[in-house]
């Protein structure tokens, strides 16, 4: 079973910048596509950015694309989301997950870290 337990989160100013962290146990991390999400209080959760087991990089917008960046360390089966120039409309619980090579959806979730950016 794949485990994945997400660090770096606190409580910053804006502008203030944070690294996400996401730490996987279990086989086969270089076949996962790694994706990070996040959820405001009330709200669904949405799409933030993912990278694929080949190195291939999807962020959700525009803006997302020019402040976060997401990268991948193999050797330390770990997914990185470094957030850059936060804002207040970032706060959020940001969480990691996993979708297999050739697989449909993200199965694999982790608890989740939070993100408070106050003004």
């Known amino acids: 079973q794949v485990q994945l337990v997400e660090s770096g989160g606190g409580v910053v100013q804006a502008g203030d910048s944070l690294r996400l962290s996401c730490a996987a146990s279990?086989?086969?991390?270089?076949?996962?596509?790694m994706g990070w999400f996040r959820q405001a209080p009330g709200e669904e959760r949405e799409f933030v950015a993912q990278?694929?087991?080949?190195?291939?990089?999807?962020y959700s917008s525009d803006s997302v694309k020019g402040r976060f960046t997401i990268s991948r360390d193999n050797a330390k089966n770990t997914v990185y989301l470094q957030l850059n120039n936060l804002a207040p409309g970032d706060t959020a619980v940001y969480y990691c997950?996993?979708?297999?090579?050739?697989?449909?959806?993200?199965?694999?979730w982790g608890q989740g870290t939070q993100v408070t950016v106050s003004s």
């Open positions: 997950a996993a979708r297999q090579r050739g697989g449909k959806k993200y199965d694999y």
């Open positions: 279990g086989p086969s991390f270089s076949t996962y596509t």
């Open positions: 990278i694929s087991w080949s190195g291939a990089i999807t």
